[in-house]
T-cell receptor, first 112, second 115 residues
Framework: SQQGEEDPQALSIQEGENATMNCSYK?????LQWYRQNSGRGLVHLIL?????REKHSGRLRVTLDTSKKSSSLLITASRAADTASYFC????????????FGGGTRVLVKP | KAGVTQTPRYLIKTRGQQVTLSCSPI?????VSWYQQTPGQGLQFLFE???????NKGNFPGRFSGRQFSNSRSEMNVSTLELGDSALYLC??????????????FGPGTRLTVL
């Protein structure tokens, strides 16, 4: 079973628009990470947010974490065609067996 | 710094055969984790090795095994292949354990097809 569940499963937007995706998880965590995957290739790490942090930024990416609701969101601002990919959240923590557990992913299509 | 490399990139096997996949982590990284990715089950954790010891294991049958060498390179082996083993197998390395505050660096994966 997966610890994290992403919502929506798929998202289609125009270039320049913002994309928001959400991740919910079940057990307490040490941190939550977001990864991007292009066309069935390897994953690329985007951001790691610790359980005691509420918000983190990296370039056009903004991640929030609400541990009381066991949820996180990833916002991509001013999207580009190159942002077309699948985005996964992954949680790490003792309660989940000290392994990185991935959600099902959100497929994002950015149309030029 | 060279990234995580996986060999081979593509593999076609028949049912009942066995296969060995290889992963070379980023220099200095001591943790290597393996994942199976399929359209139906998504990304599933197989196991993690750190300093040649298996530190964690996912819910896979004993046909799936792995090991790590003193130079941190890792191999995973799948015996008695089944059709359902067809998947993208991803390897990831990190400086510390995957369950800690450590970014994981992924290789390009090995695409295994079982006929």
């Amino acid at each position: 079973s997966q610890q994290g569940e992403e919502d929506p499963q798929a998202l289609s937007i125009q270039e320049g628009e913002n994309a928001t995706m959400n991740c919910s998880y079940k057990t307490s965590i040490n941190n939550l990470q977001w990864y991007r995957q292009n066309s069935g290739r390897g994953l690329v790490h985007l951001i790691l947010i610790r359980s005691n942090e509420r918000e983190k930024h990296s370039g056009r990416l903004r991640v929030t974490l609400d541990t009381s609701k066991k949820s996180s969101s990833l916002l991509i601002t001013a999207s580009r065609a190159a942002d077309t990919a699948s985005y996964f959240c992954a949680t790490a923590g003792k309660a989940a067996g000290n392994k990185l557990t991935f959600g099902g992913g959100t497929r994002v299509l950015v149309k030029p | 710094k060279a990234g995580v490399t996986q060999t081979p990139r593509y593999l076609i096997k028949t049912r009942g055969q066995q296969v060995t996949l290889s992963c070379s982590p980023i220099s200095g990284h001591r943790s290597v984790s393996w994942y199976q990715q399929t359209p139906g089950q998504g990304l599933q954790f197989l196991f993690e090795y750190f300093s040649e010891t298996q530190r964690n294991k996912g819910n896979f049958p004993g046909r799936f095994s792995g090991r790590q060498f003193s130079n941190s390179r890792s191999e995973m082996n799948v015996s008695t292949l089944e059709l359902g083993d067809s998947a993208l197998y991803l390897c990831a390395s990190s400086q510390g354990l995957a369950g800690g505050h450590n970014e994981q660096f992924f290789g390009p994966g090995t695409r295994l097809t079982v006929l």
